[in-house]
C-alpha cells in the first residue's frame, strides 16, 4: 500500500506542470482563456461529408454501420446486413457567405462472401467555387476555381464476432493557387498520404420483455500523414499538418418492438496537431517577441504525442480542445428515421457549436438522407454555417445468390 502512494504521489508531481493553468505574465489573464485554435492543412477532409451522421451531431464512430462509415470508422463494415452498395452525398457549403462553394461525398464498399471482411472507397471533393486573382500591384488577374480532393481505400476484418478492426490509405490533392505567383512566392499544389486506423466493437444482447438492444463502440485515429506545403521549395515553417483526429464514440441501439428503434450514440474528439504558441506580450532584449508555449516546427510523431500536454495554458486549455457530440435516431419500420445531435468547439478553439436535425428515408434497396445545421454560438455578424445543408442517397445490394438456398413460401 505504502509503495502505491508513494507512485501516486510521484506520478501527481509529474503532472504538476500540466495540471496547473498558466497565466500572462503581462496580462495577468488566465491562458486557457485565451482564443488559441489549432490550424491544420486541408481542413475540408475533418468535415462530416454525410448526411446520416450530420443529422446526429457529426457522430460515427460507434454508430450502426452504413455506407458512408470510410469517413468515420472503417471498422464497422464487415457488419454490413447488405454485401454491397453506393452513396452519394452533396452540400452547399457555407452558402450564407458564398454562392458557389460545395462538398460531394461519393462511397462504395463491398463485403466479402466469408461475411467477415470487406474493402470500400470513397472520394471526397470540395469546390471552392470561382476565385478572381489579383496581381502583385492590386491589378484584377484571372478567374480560377480552386479544389481539394481524397481518394480513400480501406480494407478491415473482423477478429471475432463481435471485434473488427480497419485500415485505410489516403491521397489528397489541394490546389488553392493553381501555380500562381502570390506576394512573389511561387506556389504548387499540396500532396498528400495519410493513414487511418480503426477499431468497432458491436454486441447483440437480450433485454426483458423480449426485447433487443446493440451495444456499439469505436475508436479511430484519422489522417495520419506527411505534412503539406504550396510552395516549390519549402523550408519547415512553410510545411502545415494535416488534420490527424483521435475519436472515441459508445452507442446504444434499443430495438423497441418489430416496428420502432432508438438509438443514442455519444463521441469525444481531439486534434492530435501542437498547440500553437502564444505571445506574452513582452520582448527580449534582443527585442524580439517572448512566446508561450512550444514552437510547432517537428515531426509528425512528434506532433501526435505533443499534442496531449502542450498548449501554453496548461490542463484547462487541454481540455478545451476535447470537441465532443451527442446523437440520437428513432428509425420507424426500417422505413422512416428521425434524427437530432448536438455538437460542441470551445469558442477558444473555434466556436462550432450547433444543433442538427435529419430525416432519413428507406425503400428497398433506395435510400435518402438530409441533415439541416443550427448554430448556436454568438459569432459577430451571420453564422457562416447558418442554413448548412446536407442531401445523400444510397443504393444496397445483396449477391443474386444469397438467397438460393432458402426455403421459399
Not at 479511430?220 to 512553410?238: A, F, M
Not at 508561450?292 to 486549455?317: H, T, W
Not at 454568438?378 to 443504393?395: D, E, H, Y
Request: net charge neutral.
Amino acid at each position: 500500500m505504502q509503495r502505491k502512494l508513494w507512485i501516486l504521489l510521484a506520478v501527481l508531481f509529474a503532472l504538476q506542470p500540466c495540471l496547473k493553468a498558466q497565466i500572462n505574465p503581462v496580462t495577468g489573464q488566465s491562458l486557457g482563456a485565451t482564443y488559441n485554435p489549432i490550424s491544420t492543412a486541408v481542413p475540408f477532409v475533418s468535415l462530416a461529408p454525410d448526411a446520416r451522421s450530420a443529422g446526429m451531431g457529426d457522430v460515427g464512430v460507434a454508430t450502426p454501420v452504413d455506407l458512408n462509415s470510410q469517413h468515420y470508422n472503417a471498422a464497422k463494415y464487415p457488419f454490413m446486413k447488405e454485401d454491397f452498395g453506393f452513396s452519394l452525398t452533396y452540400s452547399p457549403w457555407l452558402i450564407s457567405l458564398v454562392p458557389d462553394m460545395s462538398l460531394a461525398y461519393l462511397t462504395g464498399a463491398y463485403k466479402f462472401k466469408d461475411d467477415r471482411s470487406a474493402i470500400a472507397f470513397s472520394l471526397l471533393y470540395f469546390s471552392m467555387g470561382s476565385v478572381t486573382f489579383t496581381t502583385e500591384y492590386g491589378d484584377v488577374g484571372t478567374e480560377y476555381k480552386p479544389n481539394e480532393f481524397s481518394i480513400d481505400l480501406s480494407y478491415s476484418r473482423k477478429l471475432i464476432d463481435v471485434l473488427s478492426i480497419a485500415v485505410t490509405g489516403r491521397f489528397i490533392y489541394s490546389n488553392l493557387t493553381l501555380g500562381q505567383y502570390v506576394s512573389g512566392i511561387d506556389t504548387r499544389a499540396g500532396l498528400a498520404g495519410a493513414a487511418d486506423i480503426g477499431l468497432y466493437y458491436n454486441q447483440d444482447f437480450d433485454l426483458k420483455h423480449g426485447q433487443e438492444g446493440t451495444l456499439m463502440a469505436g475508436l479511430s485515429i484519422t489522417n495520419i500523414g506527411n505534412k503539406l506545403s504550396y510552395v516549390s521549395n519549402p523550408t519547415e515553417e512553410d510545411k502545415n499538418f494535416l488534420p490527424a483526429t483521435l475519436r472515441l464514440g459508445v452507442g446504444f441501439n434499443w430495438h423497441v418492438d418489430d416496428y420502432n428503434s432508438i438509438g443514442f450514440y455519444g463521441e469525444v474528439s481531439k486534434l492530435l496537431v501542437p498547440t500553437p504558441p502564444l505571445s506574452s506580450g513582452t520582448t527580449d532584449t534582443a527585442g524580439n517577441i517572448i512566446y508561450l508555449g512550444n514552437p510547432v516546427e517537428c515531426n509528425v510523431m512528434q506532433g501526435i504525442f505533443r499534442s496531449f500536454g502542450d498548449a501554453p495554458g496548461g490542463f484547462k486549455e487541454e481540455m478545451q480542445e476535447i470537441m465532443w457530440s451527442l446523437g440520437a435516431e428513432w428509425w420507424w419500420r426500417d422505413l422512416l428515421a428521425i434524427r437530432t445531435g448536438y455538437f460542441h468547439e470551445s469558442k477558444y478553439k473555434g466556436a462550432r457549436q450547433y444543433f442538427t436535425l435529419g430525416v432519413g428515408l428507406r425503400y428497398k434497396m433506395i435510400g435518402l438522407d438530409f441533415s439541416y445545421l443550427i448554430p448556436t454560438s454568438q459569432v459577430s455578424g451571420s453564422n457562416p454555417l447558418k442554413n448548412t445543408l446536407r442531401i445523400g442517397v444510397n443504393f444496397n445490394f445483396n449477391r443474386s445468390n444469397r438467397n438460393a438456398n432458402l426455403p421459399t413460401d
